[in-house]
């Protein structure tokens, strides 16, 4: 008894007491710095890619850059237009191929897959994100390229290589596939049971209850979804670079090539050197990506906050 009241006197004196108290504070100063500077990378990288494109800024207009599609760097002209256009085709059709799909999936694992079937089905989904992006792009060219032009293209058109912004779709469907499924999921996952049990209770089927309830209380969810997908579609690079064929035009139909902005930076940063203005004008497609994809993660943000504010 004695030791430990002895204990308790040296572990609670003021100079034990205020020593305790300056770690903790070194460590929350620590955390904060650490935090602060991951913080500040964001904003750095932001800053960098804006300094880089600054000369061209200052030698046309923005207007210009975004809105003209003449692209001839020897003559200093650099119009974007094209390569915008591509990546929206590009994302556009990934994102209606893979949204039913994986919400169809989502559905069938979160309501009526047996257990055991969920259990050995998701790690195989997850699985996919893990391939590297260069597997799926050599998949594209072997299978979806082949399978376009010779298969699906001679109905709709006289000629196409196959090489196109539907082929990069396609692929980036893929792609894309397990992150809007793990989403999907987890949202559903959120919805109370006693909600699906009051629907059932009152004569609902099982899917009057998934379309009436769990579909319409998690609509905010697919939405964050898919604004997450499409953060990841525009900034995917080697593997869309591979099947899109990489012509700087707009293109007229899904079977018609295209050039989106992350295979303009891979195919030619080795050139900007050689070339005035080039690697300011590669720096703001890059600064391009970086806007687009933040805008679209921050709204993605939004909306998770608004279903956690709500579920609580």
Known sequence: MRSFQKFCRVAFSPTVKNKRLLKD???NKTFLAFTLLSISMVVLIAIGLFYKSIPL???????????????????????????????????AISIIIALPLSLLTGIYLSEYAHVRVRKLVLPLIE???????????VWGVLVIVPLIQDRIAPHFVEFT????????????????FPLIISIIIEVFDNIPQDLRNASLSLGATQWQTIKKVVLRKSFDGIIAAVVLAISRAFGETIAVLMVCGNLAQIPQTVFDSGYPLPALI???????????????????????????????????????????????
Not at 62 to 82: D, I, M, R, T, V
Not at 127 to 137: D, E, M, N, R, T
């Open 25 to 27: 504070r070194f460590v």
């Open 57 to 91: 800024l200052d030698s046309t207009s923005l207007s210009n850059l975004l809105l003209s599609s003449e692209w001839k760097p020897f003559k200093e002209a650099f119009g974007f237009y094209s390569f915008i256009v591509g990546t929206l085709w590009v994302t």
């Open 127 to 137: 699985l996919l994100s893990g391939i590297p992006p260069v597997l799926y792009g």
């Open 161 to 176: 290589t196959g090489y196109s912004v539907l082929a990069g779709g396609v692929v980036l469907a893929i792609m894309i």
């Open 266 to 312: 891979a195919n030619n940063y080795g050139e900007m050197m050689s070339i005035p203005m080039y690697d300011s004008a590669l720096m703001f497609a890059a600064l391009l990506l970086f806007v687009i994809i933040f805008l679209f993660n921050t709204i993605s943000r939004v909306i998770l906050y608004r279903i956690e504010k709500r579920n609580t």
